[in-house]
T-cell receptor, first 107, second 122 residues
């Protein structure tokens, strides 16, 4: 299985700040990396697929980058509605493992 | 509009069998992978496995292989997740998620069900 290491596990930032989450994989997955946002009590929502492609309807504040084994999700200008938990997921080879999650708190 | 509608919450006793469902609409059900994802209380997402409804090809995570069975009924555009005997450790929210359209790989999920909460308790 491909192991996912996501950091930080939690993040507290203010409205208007920039937030960055990192995901590292145990082997080269090229650009087969997705980012999801999950709000409490809700299903996850796909934000970024293919490492850097913004999913339709998702705010352009979200930006994904990286390839190989290191990836980054940036939220350029935090809004209150961005609170939630963010997960990376590799879609290179099954089992399609998720990172441990990053809980984002808005101060 | 693509929709995945899951069956309702279940409270079930240890050792009982259980089958939950996920009905898809709004796209060609046969041609896109559907996966199942577990979320234990207060924990992260775990990919369990997936099915290609067109030919019922399945792939399971080693962590779930032999513990659950994923199946599909093309006639009603529905995918199932079943247990032959649940345990307390199966208490969790279960999500189905679909590849749903071209441009996404078999493990990329733009479409999700609302989740089914399973509580195993005696």
């Amino acid at each position: 299985d491909i192991q996912m290491t996501q950091s930080p596990s939690s993040l507290s930032a203010s409205v208007g700040d920039r937030a960055t989450i990192t995901c590292r994989t145990s082997q080269n997955i090229r650009n087969h990396l997705n980012w999801y946002q999950q709000k409490p009590g809700k299903a996850p929502k796909l934000l970024i697929h293919g490492a850097s492609s913004l999913q339709s309807g998702v705010s352009s504040s979200f930006n994904g980058s990286g390839s190989g084994t290191e990836f980054t999700l940036s939220i350029n200008t935090l809004h209150p509605e961005d609170l939630g938990t963010y997960y990376c997921q590799q879609s290179y080879s099954a089992p399609y493992t998720f990172g441990q999650g990053t809980k984002l708190e808005i101060k | 509009e693509v929709q995945l509608v899951q069956s309702g919450a279940e409270v079930i006793q240890p050792g009982e069998s259980l089958k939950i469902s996920c009905q898809a609409s709004g796209y060609n059900f046969d041609n896109y992978w559907i996966g199942w994802v577990r979320q234990m209380p207060g924990k992260g997402l775990e990919w369990m496995g997936m099915i290609y409804p067109g030919d019922s090809d399945t792939s399971y995570s080693p962590s779930f292989q032999g513990q659950v069975t994923i199946s599909a009924d093309k006639s009603i555009s529905t995918v199932y997740l079943q247990w032959s005997g649940v345990r307390a450790s199966d208490t969790a929210m279960y999500f189905c998620a679909s590849q749903g359209r071209r441009g996404f790989g078999s493990g990329s999920y733009p479409y999700w069900g609302q989740g089914t909460l399973i509580t195993v308790s005696s």
